[in-house]
């Protein structure tokens, strides 16, 4: 009998205790108040009634700022992002996660133009959720992050449903969003209905993550499934997502603008559609930008392994 062995345990930025898939196991100290649509339901412990409301915004304003306070959405909550208020009494440090998955996850659907997301206090999680940006004609922005230390991971973003229902940017990490996490998402959507941005970063930012996202959606040709602007972003890391950018003679997955930008850019898969030089494509530089990369792979042919994007530097 040899000795067993055991698959290395998988990285799972779970912020709010332990994920067992239909519980939370909450740490001790912080406030938890628990959010389904549907209201109470049968055999409900008083535990949970006590502490059950039906709307993320009435979750949120018993939420205390800078303690830590957990709104957890459980198993089959619905709800609509009608306007761009509902996170208006957001505080410092609170975390919104989900419970459950496949058809359980709870879900948040954009359903005006200007239906958002703002973000603009800091230290706030989102893990967990289904957030569908495309129940309207032309979403302008799907989630605002302009505060530091934001986090959202583990959630299930579609980004378009039709030609034109979809969300122009899913994420935006704009001015103060310093050190911003994206880890861990699934981002889909149409092949043949173009987004402007998945994740986009606008703004003079430090430390900014982007990492271990699965993006398989329709963009900007240029413009990939990540973009940061024309802004001097400093010490930011993309790394280990697997990329496509499914719209026709797409070029980029990562495009990274023109500006003195720093950071690493590493161990991205990238499949492009424009039959040309893959190692100039997948991930694509403005003038002045100072990145460093490592084992960086693209692809713009069926069936065919991706090479080294960019190429290799001597």
């Excluded at 911003?180 to 987004?195: D, H, K, M, Q, Y």
Aim: charge should be neutral.
């Amino acid at each position: 009998m040899g000795i067993p062995t055991f698959p290395l345990p998988v990285y799972n930025p779970f912020p709010g205790g332990v994920d067992l898939g239909t519980v939370v196991v909450m740490p001790t100290g912080s406030n938890v108040i628990y959010c389904r649509s549907t209201g109470p339901q049968s055999a409900d412990s008083p535990a949970l009634t006590g502490k059950l409301v039906s709307t993320l915004a009435a979750a949120i304003a018993q939420c205390r700022s800078g303690l830590y306070d957990t709104v957890v959405c459980l198993p089959g909550h619905s709800e609509s992002v009608a306007t761009s208020t509902m996170l208006s009494g957001l505080v410092a440090g609170t975390r919104i996660i989900g419970v459950g998955r496949g058809g359980n996850m709870p879900v948040f659907r954009w359903t005006a133009t200007g239906s958002k997301w703002s973000i603009a206090v800091a230290d706030v999680v989102i893990h967990g959720l289904r957030l569908r940006m495309e129940g309207a004609s032309g979403v302008v922005l799907g989630i605002d992050v302009r505060a530091a230390d934001v986090r959202i991971s583990g959630c299930d973003i579609e980004l378009t449903s039709g030609a034109s229902n979809k969300a122009t940017v899913g994420i935006e990490v704009g001015l103060l969003g310093t050190r911003a996490e994206i880890v861990g998402n699934r981002f889909r959507g149409l092949s043949t209905t173009a987004v402007t941005d998945g994740v986009l970063v606008s703004a003079v930012l430090d430390g900014v993550r982007i990492t271990d996202n699965e993006m398989i959606f329709a963009s900007g040709t240029t413009s990939g499934n990540i973009r940061f602007g024309a802004v001097a972003a400093t010490n930011s890391l993309v790394s280990r997502n697997q990329l496509a950018n499914t719209v026709a003679a797409s070029t980029a997955c990562i495009a990274y603008g023109a500006a003195a930008m720093t950071g690493i850019c590493s161990h991205n898969n990238m499949s492009v559609l424009a039959d040309n030089t893959a190692s100039a494509q997948g991930v694509t530089f403005g003038a002045g930008a100072l990145i460093r990369c490592f084992e960086n792979y693209c692809t713009d042919e069926a069936n065919k392994s991706g090479i080294l994007a960019p190429a290799a530097g001597t």
